[in-house]
Nanobody, 124 residues
Framework: QVQLVESGGGSVQAGGSLRLSCATS????????VGWFRQAPGKEREGVAA????????YYADSVKGRFTISQDNAKDTVYLQMNSLKPEDTDMYYC?????????????????WGQGTQVTVSS
């Protein structure tokens, strides 16, 4: 059974930082695409960042480039999202997702498995 468990969300002031974690289990982690997405009620889901766990290639949305960093710890089958210089518009529910393939289309890759999400709230 594939499981993706997010953690690390919380409330911070603008300019602050948070690190999200996505612990994965139940599938072949070593050569797949894992990504972070965000969505608020009534808004479209937005791809934030993705990483190919087999080679470390990364992909970012323009809105987070230079502020967010996606990384991995292969020993723990865990992907992280370091978020710096947070802005109020970064407030959302953040979801981890995994594909059964490489990041063929970057953030547009078809992701097959999803976590339950972790809330990030940035106050001004």
């Amino acid at each position: 059974q594939v499981q993706l468990v997010e953690s690390g969300g919380g409330s911070v002031q603008a300019g602050g930082s948070l690190r999200l974690s996505c612990a994965t289990s139940g599938y072949r982690y070593s050569s797949v695409c894992v990504g972070w997405f965000r969505q608020a009620p009534g808004k479209e889901r937005e791809g934030v960042a993705a990483i190919y766990t087999g080679g470390g290639n990364t992909y970012y949305a323009d809105s987070v480039k230079g502020r967010f960093t996606i990384s991995q710890d292969n020993a723990k089958d865990t992907v992280y999202l370091q978020m710096n210089s947070l802005k109020p518009e970064d407030t959302d529910m953040y979801y981890c997702a995994a594909a059964r393939s490489v990041c063929r289309y970057g953030l547009g890759t078809l992701f097959d498995y999803w976590g339950q999400g972790t809330q990030v709230t940035v106050s001004s």
